[in-house]
């Protein structure tokens, strides 16, 4: 979850990947907390948003698999 702290746009490519690739590994709930107060103490707390608006199309585009 370090590629959403830094948020540019290659770091969020390369989250995807490393959300497909652990897909079912990862404790999302922990890195949501863990991730929350960093991103407020940055003064970006909507990246929050953009982390859920990933995984949703993570899980989107592994159903969508054969």
């Known amino acids: 979850m370090h590629k959403a702290f830094a948020g540019r ?5 390369d989250l995807e990947t490393v959300l497909i690739r652990q897909h079912g590994k990862l404790n999302l709930a922990q890195a949501r907390e863990e991730l929350k107060p960093l991103l407020e103490l940055k003064g970006e707390p909507k990246e929050l948003d953009r982390l859920e608006r990933a995984l949703a199309t993570v899980e989107r585009r592994l159903r969508a698999k054969p």
């Open 9 to 13: 746009g290659r770091d969020w490519d």
